[in-house]
Nanobody, 121 residues
């Protein structure tokens, strides 16, 4: 599976942004998907993940209620809708894939390239 993230940009605090991750590979729909982020000088942190069916999601506490992950298996895409953005959400965001949500959270099998999100105060 190859992953291509897009949708990053500059947004003011309180604004919204939607990230997309396009996947290639015939077995995409059988993978759990997720998003991570890495701020300058910090470790890469888990943000959100979704099961292969889309029926189950999990989020980091810092984004609960503000971010929504969803997927469209017909289009081989997964999205991260981000609302009420804060300056501390500024980071490079990466999409990832794995066999299960637990695997995605702990050790994703595949990584996409990052997309920069900058939230100004």
């Amino acid at each position: 599976v190859q992953l291509q993230a897009s949708g990053g940009g500059l947004v003011q605090a309180g604004g919204s942004l939607r990230l997309s991750c396009a996947a290639s590979g015939r077995t995409y729909s059988y993978y759990a998907m997720g998003w991570f982020r890495q701020a300058p000088g910090k470790e890469r942190d888990f943000v959100a993940a979704i099961t292969w069916s889309g029926g189950g999601t999990t989020y980091a506490d810092s984004v609960k209620g503000r971010f929504t992950i969803y997927r469209d298996n017909a289009k081989n895409t997964v999205h991260l809708q981000m609302s009420s953005l804060k300056p501390e959400d500024t980071a490079v965001y990466y999409c990832a894939a794995g066999g299960t949500v637990a695997q995605v959270k702990g050790a994703p099998r595949y990584w996409g390239q990052g997309t920069q999100v900058t939230v100004s105060s």
